[in-house]
């Protein structure tokens, strides 16, 4: 099992930054992505950023390229999602998972263990 606890959602304006946070416990050594989701009520989880755990590639969803930053600290188990340039698009839950054996990176039901979320909510 894997535990994962997110933190550092929050609300800011426009333009602003935030990090989340993602510290993941329990038998990590079996992961083989780790990523981002969010979730407007009445929709869709989407994909946001997924990373390999061997760095081996990152990934970013067209909506978020070139604003949002996927990372992964191996040393203290820590996914990370830095977020530039935030829009009121980008109001959403947002989640962490990890998966072990994930075909489709920012595809949701590839993705195994889920974090409870936390909200980001971007104002005009």
């Known amino acids: 099992q894997v535990q994962l606890v997110e933190s550092g959602g929050g609300s800011v304006q426009s333009g602003g930054s935030l990090r989340l946070s993602c510290a993941a416990s329990g038998y990590t050594y079996s992961l083989d992505y780790m990523g981002w989701f969010r979730r407007v009520p009445g929709n869709e989880r989407e994909g946001v950023a997924s990373i390999s755990t061997t760095g081996s590639g990152t990934y970013h969803a067209n909506a978020v390229k070139g604003r949002f930053t996927i990372s992964l600290d191996n040393a203290k188990n820590t996914l990370y999602l830095q977020m530039n340039s935030l829009k009121p698009e980008d109001t959403a839950m947002y989640y962490c998972?990890?998966?072990?054996?994930?075909?489709?990176?920012?595809?949701?039901?590839?993705?195994?263990?889920w974090g409870h979320g936390t909200q980001v909510t971007v104002s005009s």
């Open positions: 998972a990890a998966g072990s054996d994930v075909r489709w990176v920012l595809r949701p039901d590839d993705y195994t263990y």
